[in-house]
């Protein structure tokens, strides 16, 4: 049904048929759904587009008003320039009309596969200025990974946080990085292996903490319970569990909203 090579004469005639025939609507994002190459590297821009045709064709303020998301939140995904959670994409649907299963949705829009730190630090170099430090880095991809298990209930990277004096400190990335205060121009990971959700939560985590030098983001999460917790022991190898990362965060007003966020176009 969705045709990525469109003229304007098929798109004003998908306008028009989506307009007036429900049937057609559920068949448009079904085939979006089951598409076979939405499973390649979380790459859900098939669906974004179905859903985006829907909203032409009924009105985007509409559909913004019944799924209870932002104009402004709602714009962000139909342009893909927002990564949405699985929560916003059936509340989407719901506006619509339509009723797909949590799992149908998720099997589009989710990966899985946890991504390499190495590869997550490499994308959040590319966004922080030159002259941050290896400390500020690791405090921003510690960040990330409590971005990922607020929005879409699952880590961001599979290494293990050590409650290190300093504060939060993935040791992989410590091991790169050792002997540098000052960020190098050597290459940490491959930025290629994230995907489109990965990277949306090393955005937010730069949107939120980016203006914060090192030793004030060291500072922050010393007052939090995390790393509180973990350090109460001493010893640099013990570990910042994922559970006790949701239990405090989730409990923090500003993850309570999910409206989705902007993300830079790398």
């Known amino acids: 049904m969705t045709n990525k090579n469109r003229g304007s004469k098929f798109s004003e005639h998908l306008t028009q048929s989506l307009r007036e025939d429900d049937d057609l609507v559920f068949l448009h994002i079904k085939e ?3 598409n076979p190459d939405l499973h390649e ?6 669906l974004i587009e179905a859903i985006n045709d829907v909203a032409v064709a009924r009105g985007k303020s509409e559909l913004a008003q019944q799924s209870g998301i932002s104009r402004q939140g709602l714009h962000k995904i139909l342009i893909g320039k927002s990564a949405p959670s699985i929560q916003n994409i059936t509340a989407i649907l719901n506006a619509i009309g339509l009723k797909f299963s949590v799992e149908q949705i998720q099997t589009v ?3 899985s596969n946890p991504a390499n730190v190495l590869d997550v630090a490499e994308y959040a170099v590319t966004l922080m200025p030159r002259s941050s430090t290896y400390m500020k880095l690791q405090k ?3 960040y990330a990974q409590v971005e990922s298990l607020m929005h879409f209930s699952r880590p ?14 993935v040791r992989e990335l410590f ?3 050792k002997g540098c205060k000052q960020m190098s121009s050597f290459a940490l990971g491959d930025i290629s292996k994230l995907s489109l959700e990965q990277k949306t939560c090393v955005n937010w985590a730069i949107e ?10 060291s500072h922050l999460t010393h007052l939090e319970d995390p790393w509180k917790s973990a350090r109460s022991n001493r010893g640099n190898n013990n570990e ?4 006790s990362m949701v239990d405090y965060y989730s409990k923090l007003p500003k993850y309570s909203d999910l409206e989705e966020q902007d993300i830079s176009a790398h």
């Open 32 to 34: 979006a759904l089951e």
């Open 41 to 46: 590297k979380n790459d859900y821009s098939y």
């Open 109 to 111: 829009i989710t990966d």
């Open 140 to 142: 921003i991809v510690y």
């Open 156 to 169: 961001l990277f599979k290494e293990k946080i050590c409650a290190w004096q300093g504060g939060p400190v």
């Open 175 to 177: 091991d790169k990085h």
């Open 208 to 217: 939120k903490y980016c203006l914060l030098d090192g030793d004030t983001l």
């Open 240 to 243: 910042i569990t994922i559970q």
